[in-house]
């Protein structure tokens, strides 16, 4: 079966430093593979989505950039975090053409 | 441009009742529809997905109806229980794009 794991859990870091979310996926290949973040009190947004390794498209102009070095692993990264990056980051994956996203438990990132 | 919305955003009733969440969407073209839940600091649980095809799908006391004609889907939660308090999402995937388009949520309370 399909599993998707998410880490660190939680990340406090202060303004300035940088960044590294990791994302990988188990038991499927060639997936699409997505970062979304949960702002406090509001909707998902997505950040970032990658069809294959090395084709990222992204959703907003902002201060992350994510990399897909491997077919299941994502990265989401900053080289230097804002306070306005505080957020839970989601990782999620989808079988290509297919209809079902499936989402990691996620990361709470609060920058101070 | 490609919205979904969730009214109310916030739910409370007393355990026994029936829950009834709805989801409105901009554009009736939609791909499939996809319901979530998310506990407090948790990542997305996937509950059912509608295909545009369909018109409901059901598993246990949930089931979740589809009108693309006049752009709504509802999530029935039947005989509801405190343990289904939760942030409910939907999210469409319309055929031109390559992502997910979440609402807004609406949180739940089972209230014992």
């Known amino acids: 079966s399909q599993t998707i794991h998410q880490w660190p859990a939680t990340l406090v870091q202060p303004v300035g430093s940088p960044l590294s979310l990791e994302c990988t996926v188990e038991g499927t290949s060639n997936p699409n593979l997505y970062w979304y973040r949960q702002a406090a009190g509001r909707g998902l947004q997505l950040l970032f989505y990658?069809?294959?390794?090395?084709?990222i498209s992204s959703e907003v102009p902002q201060n992350l950039s994510a990399s897909r070095p491997q077919d299941r692993q994502f990265i989401l990264s900053s080289k230097k975090l804002l306070l306005s990056d505080s957020g839970f980051y989601l990782c999620?994956?989808?079988?290509?053409?297919?209809?079902?996203?499936?989402f990691g438990q996620g990361t709470r990132l609060t920058v101070v | 441009k490609q919205e979904v919305t969730q009214i109310p955003a916030a739910l409370s009733v007393p355990e026994g009742e029936n829950l009834v969440l709805n989801c409105s969407f901009t554009d009736s073209a939609i791909y499939n529809l996809q319901w979530f839940r998310q506990d407090p600091g948790k990542g997305l649980t996937s509950l059912l997905l509608?295909?545009?095809?369909?018109r409901e799908q059901t598993s246990g006391r949930l089931n979740a109806s589809l009108d693309k004609s006049s752009g709504r889907s509802t999530l029935y939660i039947a005989a509801s229980q405190p343990g289904d308090s939760a942030t409910y999402l939907c999210?469409?995937?319309?055929?031109?794009?390559?992502?997910?388009?979440f609402g807004g949520g609406t949180r739940v309370l089972v209230k014992p």
């Open positions: 999620a994956w989808m079988v290509q053409g297919g209809t079902e996203a499936f």
């Open positions: 990658s069809v294959g390794i090395g084709q």
């Open positions: 509608i295909q545009s095809s369909q």
């Open positions: 999210a469409s995937w319309w055929a031109a794009g390559n992502k997910l388009t």
